[in-house]
């Protein structure tokens, strides 16, 4: 037996806290059986027989001739390659009821789906798609609720064309501002499960920048409609955070702590992107380490105050759905790309769906990436990110690397944080 290599070992307050990146799997030993783990890791398993068979079932400890790496390339390639399952990114049109400073679709052209491509998207399915067990929706834009009506009917016309024994699932991104119960309810009969809905923080700090085009501000609106809509739809907010508002990032949660919402919508931070050079000539967006740092704080009041939170993502060998082969973003004229983040860049389509699926150039340099940088392959988050993003390195933007690497034991210690919290609310129910 031996050691896994994507391990990270912890140690703290006399104890071990121990987690395989590639199952998930934490261990938490106390002082008698940190030293049985210290004595393993020299080779020596005597008297550990409990601790050795815990630690196979966490993947910390495999087979000698085991080959991690090789067995991970191997799952990553099924799961790009398989051609079971269809996704697209559907963006009914770009046009969008916000004016938002970072926004990376600035100086792309408002299109809006015409009948032509509406009547053809559900047409290049049945077509070249025929026979497949699942379809995966996602609505995007712009902002795809000014494109309702377009959504009810793409949805009504690719429910026939795969028929009832295709597993069809969907979600949204949407800024919310649209987002009435009626909305809600109609997007639940499109199978719309759910919606990621996006708030920059403070009040002030969103009525700052993720304003209408008149510059009215959208915070209350939107939230009004999240506290509306959480019966109906399950609710994801995203949080845009860079050096300007992170220190105000806490009052949504107070937000949801009065309005009834804590633990009812899920709520996680995510770094401004550089995709628009908006940090180009300005030093105010977060490095990843320094990201890294402000998440685990943010979280660990969020844990303190009750609600609950993922403290880091699980494995990922798909890598990102712009790698697989049966995936594509469709924009509004029916130009098909492999990135959400490259739409309305005719450079960088792969096809349309006037024509049959082909092994474009830029097919193929998305399809034959491989996260293969030596410095990966030897890190422990690995399984986690997989290489980073696809669309950095093939742009030579280099690696983008998952937050968890910069500080692994903290987002351990938030994992244990959180058990804790759970166990003492089992405990309050039990007593009560």
């Known amino acids: 037996m031996k050691l896994s290599q994507f391990n990270v070992v912890h140690e703290h307050n006399g104890s071990l806290l121990i987690m395989n990146a590639r ?18 890791q020299e080779g020596d398993v005597r008297d550990a027989d409990d601790l050795v068979a815990e630690l196979i079932r966490g993947g910390i400890l495999v087979n ?38 970072y926004c990376y679709e600035k100086g792309q052209a408002y299109t809006t789906m015409g009948e032509e491509v509406l009547t053809q998207l559900s047409k290049f399915v049945k077509d070249y798609y025929p026979g497949i067990a699942s379809l995966s929706v996602g609505w995007y834009g712009g902002e795809p609720l000014l494109g309702m ?3 009810e009917r793409i949805t009504s016309d690719l429910k026939d064309v795969v028929g009832p024994t295709c597993e069809y699932s969907a979600s949204i991104v949407t800024n919310g501002y649209l987002l009435t119960p009626d909305v809600a309810r109609r997007l639940a009969a499109c199978g719309v499960t759910s919606a990621q809905v996006t708030i920059d923080g403070s009040k002030s700090d969103h009525d700052s920048r993720r304003i ?15 506290k509306e809509c959480a019966d109906i739809i399950d609710i994801s907010i995203r949080s845009n955070v860079d050096k300007t508002n992170i220190e105000a990032a806490q009052e949504l949660l107070d937000y949801l702590e009065l309005n009834g919402l804590m633990n009812k919508v899920h709520f996680y931070l995510a770094p401004v992107d550089d995709i628009n050079r908006v940090c180009a000539n300005d030093s105010h967006c977060f490095t990843v380490k320094e990201f890294s740092y402000e998440e685990t704080e943010f979280y660990k009041r969020a844990i303190a105050r009750g609600f609950k ?6 494995t990922n060998f798909g890598i ?12 509004p004229v029916g ?6 983040d490259d739409i309305g860049m005719k450079e960088r389509r792969v096809g349309t769906i006037f024509e049959p699926p082909m092994l474009s150039k830029n097919m193929i340099n998305w399809m034959a990436y491989e996260p293969d940088d030596p410095e990966c392959q030897e890190c422990f988050a690995f399984p986690m990110c997989m290489g980073g993003c696809p669309n950095h390195a093939l742009n030579g933007e280099g690696k983008r690397c998952v937050s968890f690497r910069y500080d692994a ?3 351990m210690l938030l994992s244990q944080m959180m058990n804790t919290a759970k166990r003492g609310a089992g405990q309050n129910e039990a007593d009560a």
């Open 309 to 314: 939170v993922q403290p880091f993502g699980g």
């Open 23 to 40: 199952t998930g799997g934490i261990l938490s030993l106390n002082p008698e059986y940190a030293q049985k783990f210290k004595r393993i």
């Open 320 to 331: 990102c759905c712009a790698v697989g082969i049966n995936s594509y973003v469709v924009d």
């Open 149 to 151: 009506k377009m959504i």
């Open 335 to 340: 130009d098909l790309y492999k990135c959400w």
């Open 409 to 411: 034991e903290q987002k």
């Open 64 to 101: 000698e001739e085991r080959d991690e790496l090789g067995e991970i390339r191997l799952q990553s390639r099924a799961a790009r390659f398989a051609n079971t399952a269809l996704s697209l990114t559907i963006a009914p049109t770009m046009a969008c009821n916000f004016c938002c400073p």
């Open 212 to 226: 209408l085009h008149d510059g009215s501000p959208t915070y209350e609106r939107i939230l009004k409609n999240v």
